[in-house]
Antibody, heavy 119, light 109 residues
Framework: EVQLVQSGAEVKKPGESLKISCKAS????????IGWVRQVPGKGLEWMGF????????RYSPSFQGQVTISADKSITTAYLQWSSLKASDTAMYYC????????????WGQGTLVTVSS | QSALTQPASVSGSPGQSITISCTAT?????????VSWYQQQPGKAPKLMIY???NRPSGVSNRFSGSKSGNTASLTISGLQADDEADYYC?????????FGGGTRLTVL
C-alpha cells in the first residue's frame, strides 16, 4: 500500500529540541519530493518546505527558512522535520505530503503529527 | 494574509451544486496554471481533489470539477452529499513554493 505514516503526538517545553518523522512505503521514495505543511489549531494550511530524498536537495518557504530543518534518510525511506529550540508558537499539527515527479500538487498525505509546546 | 483569497464559508442542501472560488493576487497569477484543491474533513488530513486546474485523481468522484478564468479558479461540487461537508483549500505552485488559500468551510444543510 502506498502511504506516509507519521510519528506520534509530542508534548514539549519551550527551548527543547524535536525531530518528527514521516515513513514512506509502497513507492519509489527517492523519486518524489516530500514536503511539510503546518496547521495551527483552527487555522489554515501553511507550506514549510520539502526535500528530495534522491539527493537530499532541500527547499524552504521563506517563512520557515532558518526556523526548522527538513531532511530525509533514503536507507529507511523516512523524511524528518526538526526544531533545535521550540517555541509555544510552534504548537500545531504537522503533515508530510508527497509531490509527484514534475508535479505541482500534493497527491499523498500523512495522517499528521500534533506538536504541543507548553511550559 | 494569504495571497489566494477564498470565501470563508459556503453552504448548500443535499443534491444541490456549489462553487468555491479562489482568486489570486497579481503576484500569484504566474503559478495559477498549477492550481490544486484539497478537502479536509474534520479531524482528518487533507486530501487531493483536483490538480492542474481541472484534473481529478483516480478515486475522486466526478461530482468534483475544477476550472479557471483569468485570476480566479473555481471548485464545483455537484449533487451535494452530507459527506462533502469539510474545509476546502486551493493552492498554487511556483518555483518550489506552494501557496494555500485561507480555506472555505462547506456546510451541507
Amino acid at each position: 500500500e502506498v502511504q506516509l505514516v507519521q510519528s506520534g503526538a509530542e508534548v514539549k517545553k519551550p527551548g527543547e529540541s524535536l525531530k518528527i518523522s514521516c515513513k514512506a512505503s509502497g513507492y519509489s521514495f527517492t523519486s518524489y519530493w516530500i514536503g511539510w505543511v503546518r496547521q495551527v489549531p483552527g487555522k489554515g494550511l501553511e507550506w514549510m518546505g520539502f526535500v528530495y530524498p534522491g539527493d537530499s536537495d532541500t527547499r524552504y518557504s521563506p517563512s520557515f527558512q532558518g526556523q526548522v530543518t527538513i531532511s530525509a534518510d533514503k536507507s529507511i525511506t523516512t523524511a524528518y522535520l526538526q526544531w533545535s529550540s521550540l517555541k509555544a508558537s510552534d504548537t500545531a499539527m504537522y503533515y508530510c505530503a508527497r509531490l509527484p515527479p514534475a508535479g505541482d500538487h500534493l497527491d499523498l498525505w500523512g495522517q499528521g503529527t500534533l506538536v504541543t509546546v507548553s511550559s | 494574509q494569504s495571497a489566494l483569497t477564498q470565501p470563508a464559508s459556503v453552504s448548500g442542501s443535499p443534491g444541490q451544486s456549489i462553487t468555491i472560488s479562489c482568486t489570486a493576487t497579481s503576484s500569484d497569477v504566474g503559478g495559477f496554471d498549477y492550481v490544486s484543491w484539497y478537502q479536509q474533513q474534520p479531524g482528518k488530513a487533507p486530501k487531493l481533489m483536483i490538480y492542474e486546474v481541472s484534473n481529478r485523481p483516480s478515486g475522486v468522484s466526478n461530482r468534483f470539477s475544477g476550472s479557471k478564468s483569468g485570476n480566479t479558479a473555481s471548485l464545483t461540487i455537484s449533487g451535494l452529499q452530507a459527506d462533502d461537508e469539510a474545509d476546502y483549500y486551493c493552492s498554487s505552485y511556483t518555483n518550489y513554493n506552494f501557496r494555500f488559500g485561507g480555506g472555505t468551510r462547506l456546510t451541507v444543510l
